[in-house]
């Protein structure tokens, strides 16, 4: 009874012991071949970012294929969109989106300009244009625009309805510091004197004056606005026919 017994237990190790071989082998191969599958997903993984730097910094499939222009309409756009100057199909991540602005801003009447990518295909440029503050009459007689900066932009035919017009009386008074102390009397003047005033005139950018119902005011510079209208507001109370503000510390009337 013993000896069949040991015969039995040891039948059983033995098949016992075949699949217990098969699973070391097979974990020996796995083990081998990880290394290997860890490679090969390394790889996959830098292929797939390779094809997309690619195609986001050298192919045309995100290439610039339009040029959308804010702020502005018609022929102005039209200007704008020229001054972009990316050709077609450039990647849309290498355009130089700052001097693209550089280049808009350039245009004499823009007055501020961002560039922007809007994915997946376009350029949009937002401006903003210059708007006119006054209209200038210079020593030729021509009409310019002027916006609050003292930049003229433009040349018109006629002044925009409610844009002071103001005369400048030498190639001086077409200065940008003249245009300031110009503006600085349109700027400055209250509603119910500005009403009254029927002619501005730049001779320098020290000497501004202008006529106010029946009275001339010389104004001087662009310098102390605020309190040459004090003065003068003071000073118009009183008969005479001259109002020399343009040095407030000692105003002169005649």
Known sequence: MSVRTTRTNHSTASRQGVPSA???????????????RRALRLLTALAAAGVLVWAVGWSTVLGVEEVRVSGVSGEE??????????????PLARVDTDAVAARVRGR??????????????????????????????N??????????????????AAAPPGVPVVTATGSAGTSREALLAALSVVQALPDELSRDVSAVTVTSANLVRFTLGTRTVVWGGGEDAARKVAILTVLLKTKASVVDVSAPETPVTR
Do not use: H, K, M, Y
Not at 143 to 153: I, N, Q
């Open 22 to 36: 098969n699973r070391f082998r097979e974990r020996a191969l796995s083990n081998r071949r990880r290394p290997w």
């Open 77 to 90: 756009a039209d200007a704008v969109t020229a001054l972009v100057a990316v050709p077609e199909g450039t």
């Open 108 to 137: 004499v009447s823009v007055a501020e300009a961002s560039v922007r990518r809007t994915w997946p295909r376009a350029l949009t440029v937002d401006v903003v244009p210059r708007t006119a503050a006054i209209v200038v009459r």
């Open 139 to 156: 020593p030729q007689g021509r009409l310019e625009v002027v916006d609050a900066s003292g930049v003229a932009f433009g040349t018109v």
